[in-house]
């Protein structure tokens, strides 16, 4: 029985998140929709896109069963192609998309880091703009309280 470890782009913490959300098999990975792929802790679209190509590429390279396959390509030739044309997915190369995986998955990572690296940015300037604010507030009680000092 094939592994969700099988699928390139999928290792074992991945595989153990997956089958946290019932998807334990890569035909399961296959036929679920990239939007509830999305919903799943760690998938971007991107990513959701290629783990999803990904495992449809498996399944089409190691099944023996033709009743399984042929609606199978068919699925992945509607997701896949922008236009109504069939694409001939015995061509697939494995080792090019092993590669694109790997490399979205790294993309995927940069925006990540650099969204919380400027979150983390964002709050360290409203953390200063706050102080800022209290220190000038503080002052403003500072001479008020002087003024009414010179008054009396």
Same mark, same amino acid.
């Given at each position: 029985?094939? !592994? #969700?470890?099988d699928v390139v782009g999928i290792g074992p913490v991945t595989a153990k998140v997956l089958a946290d959300h019932h998807i334990k098999t890569p035909e399961a990975l296959a036929a679920i929709s990239i939007a509830a792929l999305e919903k799943v802790p760690g998938f971007s679209n991107l990513r959701a896109k290629a783990v999803k190509k990904a495992a449809a590429v498996y399944l089409l390279k190691n099944t023996n069963n033709q009743t399984t396959i042929t609606p199978l390509k068919q699925t992945i030739a509607k997701e896949f192609t922008n236009q109504n044309t069939?694409? *001939? #997915? &015995? &061509?697939? &190369?494995?080792? *090019? @998309?092993? =590669?694109k995986i790997k490399n979205n998955i790294k993309k @995927?990572? !940069? !925006? @990540? &880091? #650099?969204k919380n690296k400027t979150k983390k940015k964002i709050k360290k300037k409203e953390? *200063? =703009? =706050?102080k800022d604010k209290t220190k000038i507030k503080k002052e403003k009680k500072k001479k008020n309280k002087k003024k009414i000092k010179k008054k009396l």
């Open positions: 029985m094939a !592994k #969700l470890t069939t694409t *001939n #997915l &015995s &061509s697939v &190369s494995p080792h *090019n @998309d092993a =590669e @995927d990572r !940069k !925006k @990540d &880091s #650099l953390k *200063n =703009e =706050e």
